[in-house]
């Protein structure tokens, strides 16, 4: 929807494609927990090894799983990495890969990402504004044999408030915690 935020209905929430649109106190939130509990992981045989190439029907159920996923990515930024990864076996995938969707799958419902999704809350223009760029990147893993890089655009309430040609600012723990806040996501980027 193109509609200012302000120009949401005045009820609750509505639902959309299986993306919950809904008023929050302060502010609005977007997420996907019903689209992603309905999601079923795919059946694998016990006697399938990892580098068995899937079958017909494995093919069917890995591209239904991981489409699932790409909609969720929408709105969960924690999955973007994997499921981008999963998507370049697309065209040759092995079971081992089925198995990883299904993983990331269990993560994506697991009780503990219930109401992940893009939060908007108000900010304040009158404390300043400020775009604000994080990224960070991880190694491989015994489990995955690729490392994960994120990138967030960001525009937040400004509380640094550095001094003009200021680039470089070194901090105190208490002056770190002035780096954070409310944010509103423009850009996000995983692979």
């Known amino acids: 929807d193109h509609r200012d935020l302000h120009s949401f209905p005045t009820r609750r929430s509505s639902d959309l494609c299986g ?8 502010g609005y939130r977007m997420i996907q927990n019903d689209f992603c509990a309905k999601m079923v992981p795919a059946k694998i ?4 090894k990892d580098s068995d190439r899937l079958s017909a029907e494995e093919t069917t159920s890995y591209r239904s799983i991981l489409g699932a996923l790409l909609w969720l990515t929408a709105m969960r930024l924690d999955l973007i990495s ?15 890969h089925l198995r990883q969707a299904n993983q990331v799958l ?18 304040d223009p009158r404390k300043g504004l400020r775009l604000a760029c994080f990224h960070d990147s991880s190694s491989h893993t015994k489990e995955k ?5 994120g990138v967030l655009i960001m525009l937040m309430e400004d509380h640094v408030k550095p001094r003009d040609g200021e680039y470089d600012i070194t901090c105190t723990d208490a002056q770190a915690q002035l ?3 409310h944010a509103h996501v423009l850009w996000s980027h995983g692979a």
Do not use: C, N, W
């Open 179 to 181: 780096h954070g806040g």
């Open 106 to 123: 269990k993560r994506a419902q697991d009780k503990d990402f219930i109401d992940v999704g893009l939060y908007f809350r108000k900010l």
């Open 19 to 26: 993306a919950k649109y809904e008023r929050i106190p302060d």
């Open 45 to 48: 045989s016990s006697d399938r």
């Open 145 to 149: 044999a690729y490392a994960h890089e």
């Open 82 to 96: 994997d499921v981008s990864h999963l998507a370049t076996h697309v065209t040759s995938a092995e079971i081992k």
